[in-house]
Nanobody
């Protein structure tokens, strides 16, 4: 089973930046897609970015387009989420997730993903 560990969360003021990391370990041969999700209290889990694990194709949610960037370092087996110009609405628990091959791809559907990290908290104050 794939293990995912997120780090990099914290408290920042609006307009600030954070970079989240997701360390991937275990059998990665069956990973097709990796995604970043967030969940604010009382709200549903929302997909913000995803990346095809092998060829690097990316998907960015309209809610964070132009502010968030997803990337990976294959040598380190680490996925990143660079978050710039943060807003109070970006506050929430951020999760990394991994998905096997399946079509349609549905990169922002939580049900698509089988392995999840424990999450890292992001708080953006105004």
């Amino acid at each position: 089973q794939v293990q995912l560990v997120e780090t990099g969360g914290g408290s920042v003021q609006a307009g600030g930046s954070l970079r989240l990391s997701c360390a991937v370990s275990g059998p990665t041969v069956n990973i097709y897609l990796m995604g970043w999700f967030r969940q604010a209290p009382g709200k549903e889990r929302e997909g913000v970015a995803a990346m095809q694990f092998r060829d690097g194709g990316t998907y960015i949610s309209a809610s964070v387009m132009g502010r968030f960037t997803i990337s990976q370092d294959k040598a380190k087996n680490t996925l990143y989420l660079q978050m710039n110009n943060l807003k109070p609405d970006d506050t929430g628990m951020y999760y990394c997730a991994a998905a096997p091959p399946m079509y349609p791809i549905l990169p922002f559907s939580p049900n698509r993903y089988g392995d999840w990290g424990q999450g890292t908290q992001v708080i953006v104050s105004s």
